[in-house]
Structure formats: structure tokens, C-alpha cells
């Protein structure tokens, strides 16, 4: 079966669809103030319940009693349809957000609107905050920056007119190829907790609601409508669960379960999941939402579902027009209870969950909260200061970095991110920022004005336009559909001259296009970005390529074609490699395209980028690459760099942030939270198919608990970067490491720290718990199991604690069902990463 690159096998925004091919339609693709809204809290400036004294001694427990009674006296007087109206999400009436509640105006109960995620506000045709990557603010390690994001997102939120945001997105990175692994946080179920908990405080903290998914095991993007994942329980509760079970403590107001199947059931159908983990065990007071068209049946409301999200549509429908109903839980809903088949009260019970977090957040009654202004001053210096705070220097040989006399004043700049900024990931994550700087730009300015700081593009990401002599028939670039429309936009062969690797180009822009060579789709426009230009081996001859599209209300669509044919790349690395030469620094700016929709096909750089980057480090040793990618990638030039600096996709304000770290003007002190393999097969799902991506759509989590740095111990195997590897512009000492029980059944682990180096930093000091020898269960030999970030001037010692949880000392007992304490003689080593630990201390657990 041939590859597919972006493919829309799932769902886009509601206002992207795809347009119906072989027959069936697309599903779209893609695709909450006060810090007391954590669990149970009310939100700022709703209006009180009683009074203020009553609202400040209640407890939690006491508010969401509050809430749950109000809900329930509401519902009680809504119609049957006023109900079936709240569990099916329908089009925004402005068409901008992903999904609108009517609400119901007799009751005070006012529409519900809501947004995609993770990355900041993305609404159609808009501009919001464009923040960095979650794998980036992951980076940081910080709670602080966490909660930062978070409030950005929830002022913006609010000021945009929304309600919701769908996210955070809290999965673990299980397969490095994974298409949205740029949108969550790692491969370490701790450092997930702590990021997302912090990021929902943040965003709720605003008055904006959340949503925390995909719950649960939705960690790849091929087959992910039809995969059954098989995990088993130990490697659920340890691994995979943490972060979504760290949502609930920190009060998100829904979830949304996963296309995926777990353990042979749909995970939005999935009353052990949703009913049993998430509700019984953890106390989940919120509403369930399925993701886009995710629902498998009308009883899966029976089965812990509360809520069904996606419509079948064709092309982007005009405000105003009919919807189609929701599949399962409209009038087939209404029918199903009118029968008896499905009780009245079942029906009752997710409105009143829904409402009910509608209560809370103080939107129901007359006198709803105020919406605030957007900050965009105040935004996009956190948009900057979270992106320093994640960047991750891999490598500085001979202190390359930070750039200072010559070295900064000759530079020759390369790639194409350099001038068109690589700002977020693609998919529903994908955000249209306020407006974000080229580095190109920054870069120069920063330099000062006699400095010579030259550029060549390296790689071309579209060309020129295909020739007409190569496409039969011809085909005339520029507007192919007035607005609202949809059509096939060619149908015919391209031919080429010569065998070799050719970049074929899709520009779009007012809607969105499919083209289609020999089979494989290449999709552009909208959440896939302007261009889309994948590196296709052709043969000499023709190739049949078919391209259909569709344009936004309000806008046209235009298209534009172009290649790169083989002859013209080469140019483009000779031109770069002559620049750089003239440079004292060459600085290339490499970049992926992690998506929704699809997996990467391959760990490397896309492109000839890898091709380029070896060819300008053999011309200058000066070279630095800054990476703008999703995940991890492999490096076959490293060796032959300077340095090597990982911005991820650093959102707006991230030419400003690359600048100031590559000048000094910042010291980077961001740390991996995933693992970069070496090789293409040196990870936990490499070689077996039944791991990844699933054969007969069964898909084996057989490495149990042993994913990332876990897997990585347990083969004796070196990554070519280790989890929680990062380097300084300084250096750091650690000594005295000790490690003793706390009243509370966890550890308190100190160390002294001290900057040994010339610069301030940030040092996260990271500690690994080892295994215990009275446990027979599966015991990853160490894993992190506290982590603290501590600021140092040059010179300056810090002891520092580090609180170690009692759920960290614990595992998951299958025979009991229950979180068992592992004890006995146990180590605590304290480090810089998961490969560089510098102190070890042991103590004795007691159950």
C-alpha cells in the first residue's frame, strides 16, 4: 500500500473538510478567575451563588454539590429536544470555532462555543497567540511557564468569544514517527502530569474551559480511526493514565475520549474506561466528548459517553445553511429514549454533567462574566519567554555558541525557515499567529548594521511553477474556485525528464487542495499551511496526477503548482555551501512538518535538508543547525557541526527567542522529554508490526512499561540524545546528594548545586528512582521520579530539595488491582539527565 503524505483520514476543522473521493465523504480532519477553579472552585467575576462568605467556606466538595444541584433543577425543565441539544456538538453560527451548544435562552442558559488546541486559540479566519510548541513548553520543565501558556490561552480564549478550548492534549510519545507527538509533552508520564496540570490551571484560571485528550492510548496518527490498542493493565496505570488521571486533580472540565479502540472496545463505548477509571477511581465530575466522529453507537451514552462531536460534511458550509444531524446522539438519540431503549435519566445525567460545569464557570444566570480584551503586548512576551525557557541545546562544541565578535558579525543564514518562519505544528494545533518575525530579520538586526549576514534559501520548498510543457493537459496557476465552491481542479499526467527525487509543490491559499501523483496525496491550505511540497522519486515518463479543492466562504480558492526538479536542489546546496565558505558562521535553519492525520515515514529531516546541512558543515566547521521540528530526528551530520539548538516550533515570538539564545543574550536551559534514537530502528516499537503500526487493525503494546529512556536502560542501548539531556551556556556541580523518607510516604531527595561556570543558568536537577527488589512485577532499573528547576548566578550554591511524591515509590499490582508501595533498600540518583547523573543516595522503603 503506498504511503499517503497528509492525508485527511480524520478530522480537519469542521470548516476544512475534504471533499468526497471514491465514492464516500471525508470526515473533517482535525480536525477555564480564580486559581480555586483546580476542583471545585468558581471562576472570576461570575456572579456569586449566595454571597461571598458562603462561596469562600465552601469546600470543594460543597461547590460541586452546589453546581450538580443547580444542573439538576435546570434539566428537569428542559423539553426532550432542549436536552438532545446539549450532547451533540453542532456548527458555530459565525463558523469559526470547532463546535456550538445552542443553550437554551428561557433558563439563562447561554450558547456554548468551542475552540482547537493545544497551540493557542485557532479559529477560522482569525489570528490568535501562536505559542510554542507543548513538546517545547514541556522542555522547560517548569510549572511556572505551564501555568504562563495556560493563562495566555485562557485570555485569549475569552477575548475571542470562545468557551472551550480542546486541549490540552496529554498522551505519551510511544512512537518517535508519530504525527502530533509536537503536541503533547514526552515520553515520561511525570513530567506530563506536572506540564498539563499546571497548563489547565492556567487556562481555567482565565474563565476558558478545557478539554483533556485523547483518553486514552491514542499515540500514533496511522490507523488511528480503526487500530485496537491492546495494553495491558500495569503498563495503562503507570504509563499511559498519569497525566489524564493529573487533569481530573487539576479540575479540567472534560475529556475526550480516542478514535482508537482499548482492549476490544471503541474508547468512546468504553464503560471501563470511562465509567470505571475515570469516574469511579478518579472522581471525574466533568462531561466525556467523543473527538470528530469518534461515536460508534447511540448507547455508547450508556457506557460513560456524554457528548458527540463531528458531522458529516461536504465542502466549508455558509452560516446559515442546514447541518446535517449528528449520527448518533440527535434525533437517533431522541428516538432511542422516546422507546424506552435508552433511559430518560441516562439522557438527564450527561446534560446535568455539562451544565453542570456550566454552572461552575459562572456562565448560566443573567449576569454572565465579562469577556476581557486581548493582551497581545503581554502575549507575545510570554510567547518568547516560553520558548527560551524550552529550547534545548544539544550540542556546543567549543563554545560555537553564544556568537560573540566575528563570529557574530559574518554569518551566512541558509534554509527556508529562516525567512518564513516555521511557527507551529499542522492539523487542528495549527494557529495563524498575530503576526511572527523571519529569524532571518532578527538575526541582522541583532548583528548591527556592519555586519555582513548574507542568506541562500538551501532548500526550495516550492520552486518555480511546473512548466506547461511537463503538465498535460496545462494548468494555469492562480484562482481555480470563487468562494464556497468545490470541484476537481485537474485531472491529467505530469511528465518528467529524468529519473530522480523531485519536490512537487502545492501552493493553496483561501481553501484547500488535494493534488494526487500516482497515488500519493499531497494536501495544502488552511491547517496544512500554504505550501505543501514533499520529495517524491519519480521515474522518467508520466505520472498521472488528479487535484480536487474546495474554497472558504468568503474567500477563493487559489492554487499554484511548482517543482523542484533534481538539478535545480543540487543548485540550491551549491549556492548555500559558497555562503557559507565566505562566512566566519553558517547557520542553517532546518525544519519537519509534524501533522494530524499521518505518521512520519521516516525520522529524518524531509527533503535534502540532511544533504544540505552535511554539505555546509563540511565547507564551514562553524556551523550551527537550528532545528524547527516536532520530535525527534536523526543527525547523520552531527559529528561535523559546531552546534546544534532545538527551537521545536517556537511560535510566534520564535525568531526574537533564537535570536537572544543564539547571541547570549538568553542561556538556554530546556531539557528533552523524549529520547532521540540514533538510528531508525533504536526504539521501543522498531521491527515489529504488531507494536507499530498494528496488523489487522490489532496493534500489541508488547514493551509493557519499557517505552523512551525506560526501553532504552532495559536494552543497554544509547540514544543519540538521552531523556532530559540539555545543555548551558554555564556549567554545573552537584554534591551531597541525600535521600530520606517523608511523613507524607514519598522521599525528600537534597543536593547542593552550585554554577561552576561565567553565565546565570537554569539547571534542572532531575531525580531517578531505582527499582525495588521485593517487586516481581515489571520495574523500569531507574525512572524519574522528581525534578526541580533552580536559577544560579555565576559562582552560586543552592541546596536544593526535591519532593518525591508516594506515588512514585509505587507500582501497579495486577492481582490486586491497586497501587502497591515497592519496597526495600531503594536508589536515588540525582543528575542532570537521564545519562548524567552526578550524585546516588539509597533508603529504605517500608510499605
Known sequence: MKRTTRTTRGRTPYAFPSLSRRGRTFRPLVLAAAASLLLGGTVAHAAPPASDSAVKTATPEEEQASWAREAQRLVARMTLDEKISFVHWGLDPDRQGVGYLPGVKRLGIPPLRSADGPEGIRLVGKTATALPAPIGLAASFDDDLARKYGEVMGRDGRALNQDMVLGPMVNNIRVPHGGRNFETFGEDPLVSSRIAAAQIKGIQSQGLMTTAKHFAANNQEDNRFTVNANVDEQTLQEIEFPAFEAS????ATSF?????????????????????????????????????????????ITKGLDQEMGLDLVGDPAPGDPEPDAKYFGQALKKAVQEGRIPQATLDRSVARIVGQMVRFGLVGTTPPPRPERDRAGAQAASKEIAEGGAVLLRNENAALPLTGEAGRSIAVIGPTATTPKVTGLGSAHVRPDAAAAPLDTLRARAGKDAQVTYEIGEDRFGSPIPATALSPAFTNGKQLEAGQTGTLYDGTLTVPADG??????????????????????????????????????????????????????????????????????????????????????????????????????????????????????????????????????????????????????????????????????NPGGKLTQSFP???????????????????????????????YRWYDQQGERPLFPFGHGLSYTTFGYGDVSAERAADGGLTVRATVTNTGKRAGHEVVQVY?????????????????????????????????????????????????????????????????SADLRGTATVRVTG
Open 678 to 708: 540514533a538510528r531508525e530502528d533504536q526504539h521501543a516499537v522498531a521491527g515489529d508490526p504488531k507494536r507499530y503500526p498494528g496488523v489487522d487493525n490489532q496493534q500489541d503494546y508488547s514493551e509493557g512499561i519499557y517505552v523512551g
Open 769 to 833: 528512582l531505582g527499582a525495588s527488589p521485593d517487586v516481581s512485577a515489571p520495574q523500569a532499573k531507574k525512572k524519574l521520579a522528581g525534578y526541580t528547576k533552580v536559577k544560579l548566578a555565576p559562582g552560586e550554591s543552592k541546596r536544593v530539595t526535591v519532593t518525591v511524591d508516594a506515588r512514585q515509590l509505587q507500582y501497579w499490582d495486577t492481582a490486586s488491582h491497586a497501587w502497591r508501595t515497592g519496597t526495600g533498600e531503594r536508589t536515588v540518583q540525582v543528575g542532570s539527565s
Open 501 to 666: 527525487a523531485y519536490r512537487i509543490a502545492v501552493r493553496a491559499t483561501g481553501g484547500y487542495a488535494t493534488l494526487t501523483v500516482d497515488g500519493t496525496v499531497i494536501e495544502a491550505g488552511e491547517v496544512y499551511g500554504d505550501i505543501s511540497s514533499p520529495l517524491l522519486t519519480l521515474t522518467k515518463g508520466t505520472h498521472k496526477v488528479t487535484m480536487t479543492g474546495f474554497a472558504m466562504q468568503g474567500t477563493p480558492l487559489s492554487v499554484d503548482l511548482g517543482w523542484v526538479t533534481p538539478q535545480a536542489a543540487e543548485a540550491n546546496i551549491q549556492r548555500a555551501v559558497e555562503a557559507a565558505k565566505s562566512a566566519r558562521t553558517a547557520i542553517v535553519f532546518a525544519y519537519d512538518d509534524g501533522a494530524e492525520g499521518f505518521d512520519r515515514t521516516s525520522l529524518s529531516l524531509p527533503g535534502t535538508q540532511d544533504k544540505l546541512i552535511s554539505a555546509v558543515a563540511k565547507a564551514n566547521p562553524r556551523t550551527v543547525v537550528v532545528l524547527n521540528t516536532g520530535a525527534s530526528v536523526l543527525m547523520p551530520w552531527l559529528a561535523d557541526t559546531a552546534a546544534v539548538l532545538d527551537m521545536w516550533y517556537p511560535g510566534q515570538a520564535g525568531a526574537e527567542a533564537t535570536t537572544a539564545l543564539l547571541y547570549g543574550d538568553a
Open 248 to 251: 481530573v486533580k487539576a479540575g
Open 256 to 300: 475526550m475520549c480516542a478514535y482508537n479502540g482499548l482492549n476490544g472496545k471503541p474508547s468512546c463505548g468504553n464503560e471501563d474506561l470511562l465509567n470505571t477509571v475515570l469516574r469511579e477511581q478518579w472522581g471525574f465530575k466533568g462531561w466525556v466528548m467523543s473527538d470528530w466522529q469518534a461515536t460508534h453507537s447511540t448507547d455508547a
